[in-house]
Nanobody, 125 residues
Framework: QEQLLESGGGSVQAGGSLRLSCAWSGHSFNYYTMGWFRQAPGKEREFVAIISRGGHIEYLESVKGRFAISRDNAKKTVYLQMNSLKPEDTALYYC???????????????????WGQGTQVTVSS
């Protein structure tokens, strides 16, 4: 059964770093575009970063230059390295998987088929 399990969240001060990991328990990990999304209290879920099957990467404008997404297909894991964290990055972070053809990718949460349970990131000023 396909499942996503996030880890690596926590509490840090502004300017600090965290690395989120998301492990896929199913098969054919390399057939999926992988994404990180986040949701702060009282706000809509928003896309943070995605990495497609072919390695194409997209970032939310506000995290460009601070966050880096990567994937290890052999380990069936996707990562989100978060540096220079700001209080406005505080949210519940979700990993998601979207089975796609090679040339396709999406930043729309509605297109994603599988979701993790979320990991909390709290940044204090």
């Amino acid at each position: 059964q396909e499942q996503l399990l996030e880890s690596g969240g926590g509490s840090v001060q502004a300017g600090g770093s965290l690395r989120l990991s998301c492990a896929w328990s199913g098969h054919s990990f390399n057939y999926y575009t992988m994404g990180w999304f986040r949701q702060a209290p009282g706000k809509e879920r928003e896309f943070v970063a995605i990495i497609s099957r072919g390695g194409h990467i997209e970032y939310l404008e506000s995290v460009k230059g601070r966050f880096a997404i990567s994937r290890d297909n052999a380990k069936k894991t996707v990562y989100l390295q978060m540096n220079s964290l700001k209080p406005e990055d505080t949210a519940l972070y979700y990993c998601a998987a979207d089975r796609t053809i090679l040339s396709h990718w999406s930043i729309s949460a509605g297109d994603y088929d599988y979701w993790g349970q979320g990991t909390q990131v709290t940044v204090s000023s």
